[in-house]
Each structure stands twice: as structure tokens, then as C-alpha cells.
């Protein structure tokens, strides 16, 4: 089914293409909006569903794993490793971007015209204070009603803890939690049938309105911009596999279809939970995964990062402005802290942008110019930070020594019995001791 579902989906982004340049070329702009409008509304009903899984798949996955891990050195532990691996990806993906448009230069020549600060529309500001406010709930059901990963996170966390220090005492509440988890999952396989309608639909929509014109009028930036990620991944994986050896190539292999989702949708929510099914197959336990692919979706964001770098400096160029190393340096590293905090507002690599550009007296209008192509990039960057979480999950789970045996990519998820604990799409006995014994032993 999977290898089926790959190629549905590249079906449906060659087609989507198709249509919406047809529908571009034949038809008045008035009329191509409503033709996009109508193609949309497949996009948007697939997103709707995907972020219907969200939640619950990201509270039930947390609060199992860490009511299993019974060690809370453990959960420290790979919790500092994270950050970590967080830290020194932000470095590459941020240094990268500046180096790269440095050496390019895509933002000489480019066309500024008359944009103004009104063309961004309404952009929520970055401040440091909300956004620390902003990380703790007030309201659980509020955070999982608006899909505030962050905040679910948090209370997962203290969720998870709570019900590991109560032991017998909290395994009802752990045991709903594993079958919710096993539902979601199931779930999943239903709405992913529904993504190559989406994919077609989601290209169809930017297509119908910009066509393949704009593509042109950009081409250098959307080309140096895309060389730049192709960069990313190969510096990422290269990495990776440092730690993970031969298997990096099965990584790449497994998580094909969740960068696709990503790509033809950009949208990192919609490609969440089929990350999540693919990396129990390659052989993360899903106490691992349930705890970093959240957090890394909040903190470890590499395209969104790299790209944030590299629009800044292209607005620098289509006006003109020369800036010092020394400027660059200081953009790196306000980059590094504000890129933090994209996860928890609206139009998140605009408001970074937007932030660091008012700061060091650049022109915030400068935005307007990239906003016709932001589609077009945002679709590289959001596939890019679906491979850069998953390699930094992987990469954690072997420094733990937890990484298991993969099972083959073209097998639907097995049904575990209803006496076992779904971990990493294995049955496992719900003894803590020999839970403890199973997830011990390295590959």
C-alpha cells in the first residue's frame, strides 16, 4: 500500500499542476480564483482531518511513552541530547542560508516595485515574553482545540510523569491512553487514502492564480534557494548517518511518503502523523518518537530556519543594502532565538523575517516582494523540516541505544492484541520488567 500511495501522490501533484495551468491560461483571473477556490477545498478538507489527529495522537504517544520510560534520568537525558542536536542543526541550516545567499546573490536585480508594509496584511509580532507565556497551558482542552503543540507538549509531559510515580494506581488512565494512540493511528490509514485528492488540489489552487509565470520571474531565487536545501539534506543525512550507518538510506526510504505529504500540501501538521506510522516501522519506539517529533516541530525547524536567513538577506540585496560579517553574525545569532518561537504564531518564517528586519533597520516592505513565490518556497522548507526531524529522532534514538530491528515499508501496521502496549507498532507485554528488557536492547 505504501509504495502505491507514493505513487498516487505524485500522480496527483503532476495533475494538480496540469490543471491549474490550464485553468490559468483559459480563463479570466476572476474566474481562475473560483476554479482555485473549488481545488482548495480538497487541500483544506484533508488539513482539517490531519489536524482532527493531531492532538490526541501527540497527548496519548507522550503520556504513554513517559509513563513507560519509569526513568526520569532517562527522560533528562534525551531531552538535553535533543537540544543538542537542535542547537547545532539551527547553526547549519541558518549559517547555510547566509553563506549561500552571499555567494549567489539572488536579491541583485530583483524586481522591488512599489510594495509596501500593507501588502504583509495583519503579521502577530514576535515578543520574547509571550512567547515563554505562551509555552505553559491555562487550558489543556483549549491547547488541544486550537493544535498548540507546544502547550500539549508541556502538559503531556507533566501527564506522563504524574502517571509513571503512580503506578498500578494510573494504569486505566495509561491503558486508555495506548488505545487512543491505537485508534489514531488507525485513523491515519483512513486519511492518508484522501492525500493525493489533496496534493492535486493544493497545486491545482497556487497554480490557477500565479501560473507557472511567476516561477520564471523568481526563477533565480527559487532556484538557489531549492540548491540550498538539497544542500541541507545532504549535510543533515550525511550526519545522520555518521550514527546510523547503511540504515540512513532505509530512513530516507521510509519516510518518502510523509516529505511528499509535506511538500505538495506544505504543511508540517499534515505530514505529522504519517511520520509518526513511519518511523515505528523503521524502528523508533514510540515513546522516543512521541516526545521528539513534537519538540522538534517546535524547536528544530532547519528549512524554516535556512530560509529565514536567506530572505533576509535577499530583501538586504533588492535594495541595495551591503552589510558587514560582523551585522550577519549578529543576524545569525538573533535568528537562532527568535526561530525558537516560530512554531507558536501565525505565518511563523514571516514574523521571524519581519522581527529581524525591523531590528537591525532593514525594510520591513521588503517581505511583500517574496510573499507572490512564499507558496512555492514554503513547500521545500516545510519537506525539509519534516526530514530534519526525523533524522534528529532517529539519531537520538540510536544515541540511547533503543533503535530496533525495521520492519518492511510496504506492510500495513500490524493490529497489537488488546492486552499489549503499542509501542513503535510492536505488541509488548505490560510487565514493567520485561518492558524494560525488551527496549533495552540496541540493534
Do not use: C
Request: hydrophobic residues 55%; proline residues 4%; glycine residues 10%.
Amino acid at each position: 500500500m505504501d509504495r502505491k500511495l507514493t505513487w498516487w501522490i505524485l500522480a496527483g501533484m503532476v495533475l494538480g499542476v496540469i490543471a491549474g495551468y490550464a485553468v490559468n491560461q483559459s480563463v479570466d483571473a476572476e474566474l481562475a480564483k473560483v476554479w482555485a477556490s473549488w481545488f482548495k477545498l480538497l487541500s483544506d478538507i484533508f488539513l482539517s482531518l490531519v489536524k482532527m489527529l493531531v492532538a490526541p495522537l501527540i497527548l496519548s504517544t507522550i503520556v504513554v511513552g513517559i509513563a513507560h520510560m519509569g526513568d526520569s534520568a532517562a527522560l533528562g537525558r534525551i531531552g538535553f541530547r535533543a537540544i543538542t542536536w537542535f542547537i547545532l542543526a539551527s547553526f547549519i541550516s541558518i549559517g547555510l542560508g547566509l553563506l549561500l545567499v552571499n555567494l549567489f546573490q539572488p536579491g541583485v536585480g530583483a524586481p522591488v516595485g512599489a510594495h509596501t508594509i500593507a501588502d504583509l496584511g495583519e503579521v502577530k509580532k514576535l515578543d520574547g515574553r509571550e512567547f515563554i507565556l505562551h509555552v505553559f497551558p491555562h487550558n489543556i482542552f483549549e491547547s488541544m482545540a486550537t493544535n498548540n503543540i507546544l502547550q500539549i507538549l508541556v502538559f503531556s509531559l507533566f501527564a506522563g510523569v504524574a502517571l509513571s510515580a503512580l503506578g498500578e494506581k494510573g494504569a486505566p488512565l495509561v491503558r486508555g491512553a495506548e488505545a487512543l494512540a491505537e485508534m489514531m493511528l488507525q485513523i491515519t490509514g483512513y486519511v492518508m487514502r484522501f492525500a493525493p485528492f489533496a496534493v492535486f488540489g493544493a497545486l491545482a489552487n497556487v497554480v490557477a492564480i500565479n501560473g507557472l509565470g511567476i516561477l520564471l520571474t523568481y526563477g533565480k531565487l527559487v532556484s538557489e534557494f531549492y540548491f540550498g536545501l538539497m544542500l541541507l539534506w545532504l549535510i543533515l543525512l550525511g550526519i545522520g548517518g555518521i550514527f546510523l550507518g547503511r540504515r540512513i538510506l532505509d530512513l530516507v526510504r521510509y519516510i518518502r511518503e510523509p516529505v511528499l505529504i509535506a511538500f505538495s500540501t506544505a504543511s508540517s501538521e499534515a505530514a505529522m502523523p504519517k511520520l509518526f506510522e513511519q518511523l515505528d516501522r523503521f524502528g523508533v519506539p514510540r515513546r522516543i518518537s512521541g516526545f521528539m517529533l513534537p519538540m522538534g516541530y517546535s524547536f528544530n525547524l532547519d528549512g524554516s530556519m535556512m530560509y529565514s536567513s536567506f530572505a533576509t538577506i535577499f530583501i538586504a540585496q533588492a535594495y541595495g543594502m551591503e552589510l558587514s560579517w560582523g551585522t550577519q553574525i549578529m543576524i545569525l545569532l538573533t535568528l537562532m532565538i527568535s526561530s525558537k518561537g516560530i512554531a507558536a504564531v501565525p505565518r511563523a518564517s514571516l514574523v521571524v523575517i519581519t522581527g529581524t528586519l525591523a531590528m537591525f533597520g532593514l525594510p520591513v516592505e521588503g517581505v511583500a516582494i517574496i510573499l507572490g513565490i512564499d507558496q512555492f518556497l514554503d513547500m521545500g522548507r516545510t519537506a525539509t523540516n519534516v526530514v530534519g526531524n526525523a533524522v534528529a529522532t532517529s539519531v537520538i534514538t540510536k544515541w540511547e541505544g533503543m533503535l530496533e530491528v525495521e520492519e518492511p515499508a510496504e506492510q500495513d501496521l500490524p493490529h497489537a492484541p488488546a492486552h499489549t502496549v503499542h509501542d513503535g507498532a510492536r505488541g509488548l507485554d505490560l510487565d514493567p520488567s520485561n518492558f524494560e528488557d525488551e527496549r533495552s536492547k540496541p540493534v
